[in-house]
T-cell receptor, first 115, second 116 residues
Framework: AQSVTQPDIHITVSEGASLELRCNYS??????LFWYVQSPGQGLQLLLK??????LVQGIKGFEAEFKRSQSSFNLRKPSVHWSDAAEYFC?????????????FGTGTRLTIIP | DSGVTQTPKHLITATGQRVTLRCSPR?????VYWYQQSLDQGLQFLIQ???????AKGNILERFSAQQFPDLHSELNLSSLELGDSALYFC???????????????FGNGTRLTVT
């Protein structure tokens, strides 16, 4: 079975600073990887996904993530954060050949933005 | 706005009681997923319905059940409630025409259940 770890429970960054949220997965083959964002009082929204091909994927809201097989990681990055990026971020992993019902979500990283 | 509607937003009830959570999926989406989000367990998949039929089961307790109606709205029934059932319950919908990850999940804003 696959698993996903988000080592940082809470991260605080200054507005305009760069951001990197860590995600490590465990899965025997090439996984399907996702990042979702949950704004306060809202449901989760898909930021980006990786299936295959180019290991650097671009998402919405200026986010990108890089798949590194050697490190079993799929870290989320943004060069300059905005106050509106304050939210909880979830990494998810799924095995090939299945659908959304097989997604395993991490426990999330809460991002706080300070002025 | 994801287009997924969940009601009620908040629910407070006592142990041993039964509640029903309702979800209206995004227009055109055939699949409905239910998730439980708690502080200690994170986001846990409970069950999926596709076009009225149960398609997949996750970590759903026997005290919990769900169904999807012909108009594609879904209800999650929680019975014999325990304190530990207090959580945020999310519904998500997806087109899922090819049963793959190509159809993203669209989440509602959740129902916060408090069992006292």
């Amino acid at each position: 079975a696959q698993s996903v770890t988000q080592p940082d429970i809470h991260i605080t960054v200054s507005e305009g600073a760069s951001l990197e949220l860590r995600c490590n997965y465990s899965y025997g083959a090439t996984p399907y990887l996702f990042w979702y964002v949950q704004s306060p009082g809202q449901g989760l929204q898909l930021l980006l996904k990786y299936f295959s091909g180019d290991t650097l994927v671009q998402g919405i809201k200026g986010f990108e993530a890089e798949f590194k097989r050697s490190q079993s990681s799929f870290n989320l990055r943004k060069p300059s954060v905005h106050w509106s990026d304050a939210a909880e971020y979830f990494c998810a992993v799924g095995p090939g050949g299945f659908g959304n019902e097989k997604l395993t979500f991490g426990t999330g990283t809460r991002l706080t933005i300070i002025p | 706005d994801s287009g997924v509607t969940q009601t009620p937003k908040h629910l407070i009830t006592a142990t041993g009681q039964r509640v029903t959570l309702r979800c209206s999926p995004r227009s055109g989406d055939l699949s409905v997923y239910w998730y439980q989000q708690s502080l200690d367990q994170g986001l846990q998949f409970l069950i999926q319905y596709y076009n009225g039929e149960e398609r997949a089961k996750g970590n759903i307790l026997e005290r919990f059940s769900a169904q999807q109606f012909p108009d594609l709205h879904s209800e999650l029934n929680l019975s014999s409630l325990e304190l530990g059932d207090s959580a945020l319950y999310f519904c998500a919908s997806s087109v899922d025409t090819d049963s793959s990850y190509n159809s993203p999940l669209h989440f509602g804003n959740g129902t916060r259940l408090t069992v006292t």
